[in-house]
């Protein structure tokens, strides 16, 4: 069979939205999400796809941002969605080989599969320590008037200012993403999550947070918050993002995230400007 191997351009979009709907997960918005992240970035492509004849039989998708890391402007990739008809599984290297071909990245690689982390390592990724935080939502009882929690976009761009404004309006869109405010007299954290489902419980999954202290101070109405407004039993939030576990808190790994690149540290590596937060599942 005559399989050949193509970025994935704006033109293509349709039809490997199409392709990942029917043949990997029917309940994700493919077309709605464009298979791009909605912050201003000049990306090579959306990923890479194989073809046999005209139809598309397997797909990498890539995610491309260019982020500020200690004064200089890098730029990353990171790997989403891989997925490969079984009779063309044979040819689902050429398509990690083609991403991680293009000079001058950074590369993540924030879901994979155990089987999928394996094969990263192959390709010089390493780990990223994603040693967390389970904290159980509960209807803590939380004095009045003392934390407000707001989503309403007018509020968060009235709040934030500077870098943490420049991450709401680059995230504001994505679909994957959700955010709010805690506001305690004139202080005020910024939060960005997402939900996911963990062995089929519905969680609240941390991704960034401005200011450690508050958020801290502020973790009871928050998990009463997420709890009653919006349903999610527990929040998963990594070390790594948080500092260290509230007390309130059980140790987790959720599960592994990996990066590869020549000068970035593990520290220097977050789940921003991802696929994470641009498909919703």
């Known amino acids: 069979m005559t399989v050949d191997i193509s970025p994935i351009t704006d033109a293509d979009v349709a039809s490997v939205a199409d392709f990942l709907r029917v043949n990997y997960q029917d309940r994700v918005p493919w077309a709605s999400s464009r298979l791009a992240g ?10 890479f796809m194989l073809r046999n004849g005209q139809r598309v039989v397997g797909a990498h998708l890539a995610f491309y941002s260019e982020r500020p890391i200690a004064g200089r402007m890098e730029r990353f990739c990171d790997l989403g ?49 994603t040693c967390a935080a389970l904290i159980p939502n509960l209807p803590w009882p939380t004095p009045l008037g003392r934390t407000t929690i707001s989503a309403d976009p007018q509020v968060i761009e009235s709040t934030l200012a500077g870098i943490e404004l420049e991450l709401y309006r680059d ?43 508050l958020f801290r101070r ?17 929040t998963i939030a990594e070390l790594r993002v948080i500092g260290r576990g509230p007390t309130i ?20 590596v977050d789940d921003l ?9």
């Open 38 to 47: 909605p912050w201003k970035v000049e990306a090579p492509n959306h990923g």
């Open 81 to 129: 969605t891989w997925c490969v008809l079984p009779e063309f599984r044979l040819h689902s290297i050429r398509l990690i080989k083609a991403v991680l071909a293009q000079d001058g990245y950074h590369f993540t690689a924030l879901t994979p599969s155990d089987k999928i982390a394996s094969i990263h390592t192959r390709f010089g990724f390493r780990p990223l320590d």
């Open 171 to 213: 995230h504001a869109q994505a679909l994957a993403a959700r955010h709010m405010v805690l506001l305690c007299g004139a202080d005020s954290c910024y939060v960005m999550y997402r939900k996911m489902r963990v062995k089929g419980v519905p969680l609240a999954v941390i991704v960034h947070v401005s200011d450690l202290q």
């Open 218 to 234: 502020a973790i009871l109405p928050l998990s009463r918050h997420l709890l009653v407004r919006h349903r999610l039993p527990a």
């Open 249 to 268: 808190s059980f140790k987790v790994t959720p599960w592994p995230k990996m990066y590869r690149s020549a000068t970035l540290e593990p520290d220097q």
């Open 273 to 281: 400007y991802s696929e994470l937060l641009c498909i919703p599942w």
